[in-house]
């Protein structure tokens, strides 16, 4: 096993103490397992995986893991050897750590972060306020009155602590606040968010102050979708943006933008809008990173997700291996994470009626089209695309 614990030390910026300790290492499926003398420090030695051909414009390629793919050892050994970052799909939400009121469970948590560190990989939580997946008892009490505005605030005041500082200095990037911004044009911080609705826009900042007074040397970030060139308008970037740059000006610290990047064959996007968003994002001294990447077409069915238009097998991979481009334009985009990689156990089939085929391996777990698109994006990276530094604790 391969261990890996970040120790975040020292004052301006977030500077890193690793202590390494290795011993076997795993093979990915798939793929011939490189010397180990290889000098790569990709956690399984392969030369050609998405973690290690990034890693040399010093970009991190990520996923989202659910227990389902730390627990399938087909699934786990993709998860750990093809990426250097991984997300929590669910467990690290407020429903899932905090079943009861003042009952923690953070069984799926732990877990996930004992993956990252089997696997020598940095972990971007997910997420302190958003408006879903909330415990019951909370969305409940307010409804019924029996928790006030003020408790409601003091209890998300807890919520916050507590996460952050049991994850003190495990966490690469946190999203602090996901999905605030309308889909309308033009775009505001949404009036009837639930926590908007109920203590105001400023619980916004208010939250990463907690959070950053909680782990002063994790990386916050502000997590939506939309705000980087894909509703067309540029609406929701624009009003993400003058939002971001008004926090700054005060003094809110906030420092990262994340663009989800779920995207969807039928409305298309544009790439060059999308470099110049996060370029924009860049300007205001922010990292960037594409935070929860999928490409979701029309299917046959939820269960073998063949693609219905045979269009659908070319804009997929273009789709999601512009989304790359554009982060491996912006030197500040310091990674790129798939919401899942493998079509079995994708959210879109659930979610989003009669599509699915979004993500960069089949539902039997073959690297699809999307996923060479990237390895070879990368691999033409390192001989142009800038080199991220500064980004954090690696
Ligand atoms: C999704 C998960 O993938 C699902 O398993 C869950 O049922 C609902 O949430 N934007 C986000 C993610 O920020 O947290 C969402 O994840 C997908 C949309």
Known sequence: MRLRRLLAVGAAGAVAVL????????????????????????????ADSLRALAQRVGLH??????PQDIETPSYAAIGGSQFSVVTPGNAMKWQIVEPQPGVFDWSQADELVSFAHAHDQLIRGHTLLWHNQLPTWLTTGVANGTITDAQLSDLLHQHINTEVSRFKGEIWQWDVANEFFTDSNPSTINPNDFWVSHLGAGIIP???????AADPHALLCYNDYNIA????????SDA?????????AEGVPINCVGDQGHLDTQFGFSPQRMTQDLQRYA????????TEADVRTFVNNATAQVPTDNLALFAQPYEESQMLKSCLAV????????????????????FFTGEGYATIYDVNQQPKPAYLDLQQDLE?????APHRSGAGPF
């Open 206 to 212: 208010q939250a990463f102050r907690w959070a950053h």
């Open 331 to 350: 030197a500040q985009c310091i990674s790129f994470t798939v919401w899942g990689f493998t079509d079995s156990d994708s959210w879109v089939p659930g």
């Open 61 to 66: 390629i990520g996923t989202a893991l659910i």
């Open 283 to 290: 300007s205001l001294g922010l990292k960037v990173a594409i």
């Open 380 to 384: 033409l990276a390192a001989h142009g």
């Open 240 to 248: 993400a943006f003058a939002w971001l740059k008004q926090m700054l």
């Open 229 to 236: 060139g894909e509703d067309g308008s540029n609406a929701k």
């Open 19 to 46: 202590g390494i300790s290795t011993a076997a290492v795993a093979v990915p499926i798939g793929h011939a397992a490189a010397p180990a003398s290889s000098g790569q420090n990709n956690g399984n030695g392969n």
